[in-house]
């Protein structure tokens, strides 16, 4: 959380360009040189550090990296009390904002973001809902929901986990079994309840409004969607989350120049998170760039190689260059949770290699999943 805070109050500095706010997350617990990492990310500058906790004690410590060479720019430490971490956060970008100033001529400080204070405890429940949330699955979503439910409870005022909770809810249903679903009970109308809730208690949060545009998609209500989907991008024009989702709105518009441009923006800022990848995905593939679609398939399979639609994509790949081998192979190793069996993913492929006849039952269920065009 306080990675992303930082880097997010950063980002306000106009002079400054801040990549992958997100993507960063990916290379955490690996161990990469520094130089590595800023050259797999585009950037000339690593901002690297640590968080320790001691009961209501933490110690923070952040260095700033010249990655052509290694050199430090500048290092800090920081104890405080965990009752104050958002003035501490704050307080750290702004340091960070003076010596960049210093070492690479930037003249504008970074101004502190307002935003709704609550208690630590809040927003550590709330900041791994979020973390959860962005990588997706089952499993992940679910627990992302509970953290998110657990803010709430201690602090129903609290409008990003009521936007977190309705982000959740918007796409669970991609992810878990009918069973599961069901379970959940009216998850649209839950989703759009909670983005209301956050939207009724801030106004001006970015991704209350994001939420909101989310539910107008939901309903094919195309207007209203992107109305909110240009406010969420006004306030904060540099999110990647509300960059996919409105991605996706403008391929659905069959606006694709234009979902192209938020594509490539979306990529060039965040390039390590799967489901970024999979909105450039269907980008590229309706643009019919066959190359590009491959590698953003690749990438995201690096990043998370067991989501569905990742693996959809990889398998609608694999037909449409030929490998017909290799699908067959690969139909077989699918997360394909209740939505159809390896049986009929692999029947299908073996129809697609010889369409002559017409296809079965099964086939055609398995086809339910690919574009007619497509193949």
């Given amino acids: 959380g ?22 960063v997350f990916s290379f955490k617990g690996q161990n990469l040189d ?23 004690q933490v110690r923070i410590t952040a260095q700033l990296i010249r990655a052509s060479d290694g050199f430090h720019l500048w290092s800090e430490t920081y104890d405080r009390k965990i009752e104050s971490i958002f003035a501490v956060q ?30 630590p405890e ?26 998110f439910e657990q803010a709430l409870a201690i602090d129903p005022e609290f409008a990003p986990a009521w936007a977190g909770l309705s982000h959740s809810l918007n796409v669970i249903g991609a992810y878990v079994s009918k069973e599961e679903l069901a379970r959940l009970g009216d998850t649209n109308g ?22 909101v545009a989310n539910n107008h998609l939901a309903r094919f209500q195309w207007s209203e969607a992107e ?32 979902a192209k441009q938020v594509a490539d923006r979306m990529i060039a800022l965040d390039p390590y998170v799967a489901v970024f990848r999979y909105m450039a995905m269907r980008v590229t593939h309706a643009l019919g760039d066959i190359e590009a679609w491959g590698e953003h398939i ?25 490998d017909f081998e290799k699908a067959r192979e690969f139909s077989g190793t699918m997360n ?10 692999r029947s299908m492929v073996d129809w697609v290699t010889d369409p002559s006849t017409e296809p079965t039952e099964s086939q055609r269920s398995a086809l339910l999943f690919f574009p007619a065009a497509a193949l």
């Fill in 2 to 23: 306080i990675t992303e805070e930082i880097l997010n109050r950063l980002a306000k500095i106009p002079d400054l360009q801040v990549a992958a706010r997100t993507s």
């Fill in 34 to 56: 520094i130089r590595e990492v800023a050259e797999m990310l585009g950037v000339g500058t690593m901002l690297e550090g640590s968080v320790r906790r001691d009961g209501e």
């Fill in 90 to 119: 704050d307080e750290i970008s702004q340091r960070i904002a003076e010596a960049l100033q210093v070492s690479l001529g930037i003249s504008a400080s970074a101004q502190p973001v307002q935003g709704t204070i609550t208690k």
């Fill in 122 to 147: 809040v927003y550590d429940l709330y900041l791994q809902g979020r973390a959860l949330h962005r990588q997706r699955g089952a499993t992940n979503l679910i627990a992302a929901m509970g953290f």
């Fill in 190 to 211: 839950r989703s759009l309840e909670a983005a209301q809730k956050a939207l009724e208690l801030d106004p001006d949060l970015a991704t209350a409004l994001h939420a």
């Fill in 227 to 258: 109305d909110f989907y240009t406010q969420a991008l006004t306030l904060d024009p540099e999110s990647t989350d509300t960059m996919e989702d409105y991605g996706h709105f403008l391929l659905y518009a069959w606006r694709t120049e234009e």
């Fill in 298 to 322: 690749r990438a995201a399979t690096a990043i998370s190689s067991d989501l569905f639609n990742v693996q959809l994509q990889q398998l609608h790949n694999l037909l449409v260059t030929g």
């Fill in 336 to 345: 394909l949770l209740n939505m159809s069996t390896p049986e009929a993913m």
